[in-house]
Structures are given as C-alpha cells and as structure tokens.
C-alpha cells in the first residue's frame, strides 16, 4: 500500500472543505465556530482510497490570511497539493501565498481544481482556466491538470478522483527507514486515554509499546495506541496520519510544533545553516540580520536570518544564511521551511536546511561558502566530511550525522567509516562511532597543551591544573566524554600527567627562584617558632613584603608538599608542631579516656583561639570524636 499525503490549499471561501467532503464523504470542519462562520479555521483531515492500493491522507487547511498560522501547521508533511480556485472569484491574494508556500516547501506534485463551475458559464470558466495556466506555468503544477468540479452537483468529481489516482501513480512513498519523526500539530486528551498527539508521520516508524521523546522538552512517554485515520494499528509508516495515545505525560506538556521522536538522536537547536530563497514580489531587499517569523512543520518562532557572504538579498534572489532563531526546534538536514515578515502579515521566502547543528560562523569566513555549496549539492561522503569539520572539536557520532544528512543507519555508517579508513577522521568512542575531524584530532591534543603551558606558566608552584578548570576553558560546546577521550589519549602518549584531579605537562616540575626559596624559609621558620599558636596567614603579605596572590601560591605549595597543614580558615600550622600536639593528647587519652578544652588548654600551653579549631580538626581528620563537652579516642 502507497501512503501520501493531499493537502489542500486555496483563498478562503473558495470550497476546499466542500471539496473534500465531495470526495470523502468526511466533514473536516470539525469545530463548532468553524460551523457557525462557515469558514475553516484550524487543520481538518479526512482518508481517501483510490485503486491500485493507493492510501491518501487529506489535511485541509484554512484560506483565512488570519489562519495562515494554522495553514503552515498542517502544510509541511504534504506530497502533493490541490490548489483550489473558486470559479466566480478566480485567483485572489491567499490564493498566491499559498501557492508561493507550496513552491517553497518544494512539494513535488499537484493538481489544480476549479470549484462552484455551476456558478459560472462556459466563458468564464476558460477566462479562470487560462488565468490558471499563467499562473502555473513552469511551476510544479503544470502538467498536473486543471479539474472544472462542483462539490454541490457532483459534476467532474469522478474525473478528478482519476486525475489523483494517474498522479499518485508517480509521486514516491515516504521511505520508512529513516528517523521516526512526528510533529505534532494536535493535542489532546481522550476520556479513558489520556494524552492523545496526532501528526503526520513524515520519517520512519512507530509502533505499540515504543518508548518515544518528545522535542524541545525531553519528555519520555510510551506509546500505548496508535491509530491511522481513526482506525487502530499495530504500527504507523512515514506517509501516514497517525494519532499516539501516550502514556506518562501530561496533555499540558506537549504543545502544537513538538515533535515526537526516538529517544537521543535528535537535538534542538537555535541555529541553522540553510539556502533561502526571496519571493519575486517582496518590496524591499533583504538586509543582513533581519528579524524573520520561522515555520517549520508545525513549529513556529521569531529569528535573525544571518545572510552568509553578502550584506542583502535582492527579491527573487538565493542566497546561504545562517538562521538564529528565539527558541529551540527540531530540524534536520532537508528540511525545508517558510519564512515570513517579522513586521508585516505576509510571506517573503522560505528555503532548505543545510546543517542543523552548526556553530555560530564568522561572515568573514572564506571557506565557509564553499562548505556550503558542499552541503547544497556534495555527495554525502563530502558533506559528511564538512560536518565533521563544522562540529570542531565537538565532533559527531552517528546519531548526529544521521540528524544532519538523514539517511538510514545502515548507509550513515559505511560513509562515517570510509571518512575514517581515508585518514580523514579519527574515532574518539568506538560504541556510537563518535569522531574527530582529522584537523581538530591535532588542534585538540594542541589546544590543550596549550592551556596548560599558559597555567603553567602563570602558576608555575602548582603542581597542575584541576581538570574541571581545563575542561571550562577548552570549549564550551564540547562533551565531557569526549574531552576525557582526548585528555585520555595525551596521557597514553606521555605528554600530560594525570593525578586525582589534578592535570600536568609531563616535564612539568614545580621550582622556586631564590625569592620565593627565601620567602619559603621564612614562612617555616615562622611556624616553626610560633607551634601552637601561629600567626594568621593573612599577616604574611605584609610581613614578607610580597603580594596577597603570590604569598597564596606559596602557603598552597607547603601544603601540597606537606610542610605546613592547613588547620581552619587562615590557621595553618607547623606539622612537627602538630605532629607533638597529637602524640601528647593520645597519651593523655591513654591514660584518662577523655579530655576537656580546659584540660586540653593546660596540656598544650594554648588558648581558646587555636585549641577550638585544633579540636575541630582532629575530629575531621578521625583522631578524636565529641562526647558531650568533651574528646575521646575515635
């Protein structure tokens, strides 16, 4: 069975919902005010079966400018369209713009119907007929036959239903094996249910007891019911209306434009790169960072179109862009999408994505046209390639390249392995087929040994660089797994060190110059003498005459060397010192079982000040533990 998918499109009034029922029998105005006005609001659907097992689903939309919202919503999944033209009106303004949105979205097939022909005469109709044929030469449409029709008499359905039949015959069925993808354009919930979505499935599959993810949010949920045109299934294809009962998530989580996919292959994002298209009939240019509506499926938010190489875009031209977009959606590469004025209720382009996942490009870039131009028209080894290098050091697994260039596993990953056995990518985790561009495998063992050189530099008494610090300033857009597989590989080829948490040059080795040796000297020398009852370290700038920074490095370079034990706050201590303040309470712990600060005091010619922190850090280090006012033996 051939699954498609007929949209409708057309001014308003002009009889598409007349006509659908004509053909289906089904009323897609659904809604009580759509009944009331007489005028189609929101999405409506209905299923028609045609000979030689051919499954249409049908998504009439709404002709209102004021509904164009709802008429993108629905128009995205589509693989071929019934412009329709009311015989007594003729072409009018939606009439255009939705004919403008089919030829952006690049919907491959159509037809066009001329409706209430029983309002008309013979001279009329071949007046609206050729006006039709102008308007539709040398788009999609020509070829696709003109239908006279009215849905009130019946009169030229059944030549209509057989001109739908011949052109179904040539449009190609969504395949099945790619990323199940349903962007939801309804939500609900049902008495007995609960949350319902529904949505045409427009890639791969779903089926009964799946577990699925709904985008932006990450919600998980599980599918407890499928249903294709009102009817249950075990499964739903690409190609299909499909309504999911799910299962764990509230109805109020989920809203029009969320999509509905398999669990951790796809990834918002706020950016794409894309080839845009202007219409011949905007006004004015397109300047650079212009603020645009974006609609995508069913998903909608405001952006800046980033033009990429020019500074505008005359009416009518093409050019390559990067899209920054307000909100997150779910995009992969292919996906075409409508652009519309951010100041005016109209259509002015739409185009293609290119990359979904791109970082944020210097206009400046010079290479970055050419990537481009790979992108629109390479073979998917080249595109891979220029992905690759686009994620930097992020890198790309295949689950990434899959969203970028979506195409089955199978395929994805003999090309992501032939980028690999051709030296041009190197594999950073084996299980998902996560790899580095041959270029950043190098730039990242670089970078990070760069950083470490400049911390090395700067601190040269530390003994290495704390690996969350390293890992911040590496980059903000790289995965933890994969800086520790790039961190892992510089330890197995000798030139860093890694210690704890702590991360090294290999040759790294802490050295004083002869005024921080004698500053050293002093400092011991200082908590030597004073045992106990030590000065506060927040004295010792002034008392040595170095800066507050400086004399930090040094204090932490007596403790990582053990020559001084930091006690509480800025008491540090003489460890020798210490070391006889231990051995003293022990004995007299021995000997008593317990001990008080007063005796404490007594025992080791201290005060107050010193022993309360003292005490406390025996507790810590397990030495001693509190018995009411007193210590004992742990």
Known sequence: MKHLILGTAGHVDHGKTALVKALTGVDTDRLEEEKRRGITIDLGFAELTLPGEIQIGIVDVPGHERFINNMLSGVGGMDLVMLVIAADEGIMPQTREHFDICRLLSIPRGLTVITKTDLVDGDWLHLVTQEIEALTKDTFLEGGGIYPVSSKTGQGIPELLEGLRRICEGVESRGSGGVFRLPVDRVFTMKGFGTVVTGTLVSGRVG?????????????????????????????????????NLQGVEKDRIERGDTVTTPGLLTPTFMLDARITLLPDVEKPMKNRRMIRFYNGAARCSGVAVLLGREELPPGGECYAQIRLSRPVVVMGGDRFILRSASENRTIGGGSVLDPMPVRHKTSDRDLVPALEILEKGKPEEKAEVFLRHAGYRGMDLAG?????????????????????????????????????EDYDGLSKEKVINILKAFHENKPLEPGMPKAELFSRFSVTIQEKVFQVILGRLEREG????????????????????????????????????????????????????????????????????????????????????????????????????????????????????????????????????????????
Not at 218 to 242: M, W
Not at 420 to 429: D, F, H, L, N, Q
Not at 550 to 568: C, F, K, N, P, S
Request: one cysteine or more.
């Open 401 to 437: 390249f899959r969203c970028r260039l979506p195409i089955a596993q199978g395929p994805a990953k003999k090309i992501l392995q032939t980028l690999r056995e051709k030296g041009r990518a190197v594999t950073i985790i084996p299980e998902t087929l996560h790899l580095l561009h």
């Open 208 to 244: 009964n007891g799946e577990t699925v993810e709904i985008l932006p949010g990450g919600l998980t949920a599980r599918v407890r019911g499928v249903q294709v045109h009102d009817k249950p299934v075990n499964e739903a294809l690409a190609g299909q209306r499909t309504a999911l």
């Open 495 to 634: 030139k860093v060190h890694i210690e704890e948490n702590l991360v090294r040059l290999s040759e790294h080795k802490v050295s004083l110059n002869q005024e921080e040796e004698a500053a050293i000297a002093k400092i011991r020398e200082l908590y030597r003498r004073t045992g106990l009852k030590p000065p506060s370290s927040k004295a010792l700038p002034e008392t040595l005459g170095l800066d507050v920074d400086h004399v930090a490095d040094l204090m932490r370079h007596l403790m990582e060397t053990g020559r001084l034990v930091h006690i509480q706050g800025d008491l540090f201590m003489d460890p020798a010192s210490l070391q006889e303040a231990r051995d003293k309470v022990r004995v007299f712990l021995d000997q008593k079982g317990e001990i008080s600060v007063s005796e404490m005091r007594d025992l080791l010619d201290s005060t107050r000040k010193y022993l309360i922190p003292l005490l406390e850090y025996f507790d810590a280090a397990g030495f001693t533990a509190r018995k009411g006012d007193k210590r004992i033996l742990r």
